[in-house]
């Protein structure tokens, strides 16, 4: 793979040109062309915030979700791509537009396998339980808790309502695709000995598996492994 060196600058004008290219998706979404190579999987990775309706300040690290969701059209179109890879390491982030993805990566009729790297928090349990099967590597962790604001908040009960609607949807989209049950997320969700200044409970690698939250401890070996058994039982 090529190493890019932002002092770098090509033998030709044509390669000067891809460098520009890559320099400016780097500054302006943390992102390069990847070389290409043959494959029949669709790779796709969530780190960061997930950004939503409203722009992430310029100093984190977001995942745009409306980025993700043409890759994902495209990974269902392409009858080359026989299976999707997600890779998260996220704090979570837009409680909609990560719904709104995790529901168009679970409604593709094609293998998916997920890879919790670091963290899946938030929004970002719905996204890591999104897959037909789903990974946490052993030092990675997972945070649960209820939908939260910051600042302003205008009509209060209104508010309340709606928040209460918005939390009913990602129970009810965690539970339909883990194997965790209500009482127990409930009450994970709601735990006041875990997380200082807050409600909510932090898991970690074998503790999300142990609840049913994700199916299983492993790196990406072992997700590609299944994604790939995935694949050849697909075709059978």
């Known amino acids: 793979m090529k190493r890019y060196d932002l002092n770098y600058r090509g033998e030709n004008n044509e390669d000067e040109k891809k460098d520009d290219k890559n320099l400016d998706e780097l500054k302006s979404i943390g992102t390069m062309d990847i070389p290409e190579f043959p494959n029949d999987i ?13 722009m ?4 984190k690290k977001a995942t745009k979700y409306e980025h993700l969701i043409p890759l994902l059209i495209a990974a269902m179109e392409d009858p080359k791509i026989k299976g999707v890879f997600i890779i998260l390491n996220t704090i979570g982030g837009d409680v909609e537009a990560g719904l709104a993805l995790a529901e168009m990566i679970s409604s593709i009729d094609k293998p998916k396998v997920s890879l919790v790297l670091g963290g899946g928090h938030s929004v970002g349990v719905p996204l890591a339980t ?16 209820p939908i939260r604001t910051t600042g302003l908040v205008i009509g209060g009960p209104q508010t309340f309502r709606y928040f209460e609607k ?3 949807r990602i129970i009810d989209y965690i539970i339909r695709t883990s194997n965790i049950d209500r009482d127990t997320l409930m009450k994970l969700m ?10 909510g409970t932090i898991l970690i690698g074998q503790e999300a598996v142990d609840y049913g939250l994700i199916d299983e ?10 994604l790939r058994s995935l694949i050849n039982n697909d075709k059978e």
Do not use: C, R, W
């Open 190 to 199: 709601y735990a006041t000995d875990e997380i200082a200044n807050d409600v």
């Open 56 to 59: 992430a300040p310029p100093q």
């Open 166 to 168: 918005m939390q009913q």
């Open 217 to 226: 401890v492993g790196g990406f070996s072992d997700a590609l492994y299944k």
């Open 42 to 54: 669709q790779y796709l990775t969530i780190i960061g915030e997930i950004e939503g309706h409203i």
């Open 130 to 145: 999104s897959t037909d099967y789903s990974f946490i590597v052993p030092s990675a962790s997972m945070t649960i808790h």
